[in-house]
């Protein structure tokens, strides 16, 4: 510590060496904390970027989907400037009179569980044979996928050829092993042609599914198989209590994929059924488009409602079956 005398007393002062900062320095400004960062203020045109696709949902979806629920307490036929309001009267109709509908809801849920459980094993055993990326798997993965670039009307019209009862492809051949007997009409089979278009359908979009799951088994640690060996767990144990498991989101990626598949299958059905299909081949999405083409607007309208309920009850009911499963396993 320095001295100095001012009028004969000694007083103290800093020390030559003393940090700044410390008593009798000159004082230095704190440093600013980690933690308090200087808030960023958002531009205002960056709030442009999503402008086109909020105009696009607000016409394209938001807007009919408004329109749909207006139009389905009517009795507008989609021409004149009139309507009435009829009130609850077509859903009413729909749900106690209407054999039609309820004919094609029966063959969409039966459509809807075979494409979900044919397609979703088929594609998931597809690829587990096929994860590994060798030359002989992604030559196959390739050949697989490529039905699914094909348009669904370009599959209805080949898968027609081969379901033809009199020169049909599956005929000729189990007429040509002597299996005779098994000779079907398919399509023409009021009983069993909407399960020949689920195979149709499960033939041209399992391919595309089994890249998703093989997505989902790459990402699988390999540590984990590592050491289900050294325990001693066969094929069965390592495949329950890991790989199904651990492909739980592409399971449920698939299921959803696959349902709104089911639903949307109006091309191959008046591909393989004909424009109206008959009542064997007829699903929700073709009734709709039958009843429109009747000029009966507002109860198809009633009945588009009634359809995106049953997608979305059908949806939550499969996520909650997946998730269930899944925390069994």
Excluded: C
């Excluded at 800093?14 to 933690?35: D, H, K």
């Excluded at 699988?220 to 094929?235: C, M, Q, T, V």
């Excluded at 209590?241 to 709104?260: F, H, L, N």
């Excluded at 009634?306 to 269930?324: D, G």
């Amino acid at each position: 510590m320095a001295t100095h005398s001012i009028g004969g007393r000694l007083e103290k002062g800093p020390s030559a060496g003393a940090p700044p900062g410390t008593a009798g320095g000159p004082r230095r400004r704190p440093a600013p904390r980690a933690g308090r960062r200087r808030a960023t203020r958002t531009h205002p045109a960056l709030w442009l970027f999503p402008l086109p696709a909020v105009v696009l949902y607000a016409v394209f979806f938001a807007a009919p989907t408004v329109q749909a629920f207006q139009y389905a307490v009517t009795d507008w036929d989609g021409i004149s400037a009139a309507f009435n309001s009829v009130g609850a009267r077509n859903f009413g109709t729909i749900a106690t009179n209407d054999d039609l509908f309820r004919r094609a809801l029966t063959n969409n849920l039966q459509f809807l569980l075979v494409v979900v459980v044919l397609q979703t094993a088929l594609a998931l055993v597809l690829a587990l044979l096929l994860q590994r990326n060798s030359r002989a798997s992604t030559a196959l993965r390739a050949l697989y996928f490529l039905p699914a670039i094909l348009s669904s009307v370009s599959v209805a019209f080949v898968w027609k050829f081969v379901y033809d009862p009199n020169f049909g492809l599956v005929n000729q051949v189990l007429g040509g092993i002597g299996l005779d007997g098994l000779r079907s009409a398919f399509l023409g089979d009021a009983d069993k042609a909407i399960y020949w278009v689920a195979i149709t359908q499960v033939w041209a979009h399992a391919g595309q599914l089994m890249i998703i799951f093989i997505a989902g088994l790459q990402q699988i640690p390999r540590e984990l198989y590592e050491s289900a060996d050294l325990d001693g767990a066969g094929r069965w144990q390592r495949f329950r209590y890991i790989t199904w498991p651990m492909i739980a989101p592409a399971t449920a990626i698939v299921i959803a994929y696959t349902t709104i598949q089911s639903f949307k299958a109006f091309d191959l059905i008046l591909g393989l059924g004909g424009n109206p299909p008959k009542g064997s081949l007829d699903i929700l999405s073709t009734r709709i488009y039958t009843t429109f083409t009747n000029s009966q607007y507002g109860y198809a309208a009633a009945e588009s409602v009634l359809f995106m309920i049953i997608i979305a009850l059908v949806s939550l009911l499969q996520r909650r079956a997946v998730k269930l499963t899944q925390r069994t396993a």
